[in-house]
């Protein structure tokens, strides 16, 4: 550990290194920076390309370095769909809000309709709930006392 260079570069106890190729070897190629990537063309002649991180091995240990993150620590960014794609997923969820909506406002039998609708009517509405019917009306006390509205509602 203590043949690393680098600058400001202070081994701790307990520190652990990532397995590279011939890490202690390279350790002065590794600790400036100047990593290159080497290819090998069909007629024998390489090409040197500069980099500026290491590539890690197939058989490399990914570990966490004091004061640095994990490799890979967080996912890599999915990419943004197109706008048409936003616009055809947001109508399919709005499609699917309104046709679940749909399905639970469904009335199933009048004994259903008169335990849920209570709770779906606005304060406005008195009710008057019997057997046979449901009657619904509104009552204006405005000038004289009547009522504005009444429906009366039956099973079938």
């Not at 203590?2 to 397995?19: E, R, V």
Request: hydrophobic fraction near 30%.
């Amino acid at each position: 550990m203590k043949k690393l260079k680098g600058n400001g570069y202070a081994p701790f106890i307990g520190m652990i290194l990532c397995h590279l190729q011939n890490l202690l070897s390279a350790s002065s190629t590794l600790m400036s920076g100047s990593y290159k990537k080497r290819i090998k063309y069909e007629d024998g002649t390489w090409l040197c390309v500069p980099k500026s991180k290491p590539k890690l091995t197939t058989d490399a240990i990914t570990t966490i370095f004091e004061n640095q993150p994990s490799y890979m620590t967080t996912p890599a960014p999915s990419k943004r769909k197109t706008p048409a794609e936003r616009l055809a997923e947001q109508s399919l969820r709005f499609e699917g809000e309104f046709r679940s909506y749909l399905d639970d406002d469904r009335i199933k039998s009048f004994d259903s309709f008169k335990e849920l609708f209570p709770g779906r009517l606005p304060d406005c509405w008195k009710k008057f709930i019997s057997d046979d019917f449901v009657c619904l009306y509104k009552c204006d006390f405005s000038e004289d006392p009547h009522l504005s509205l009444a429906i009366k509602i039956y099973p079938d």
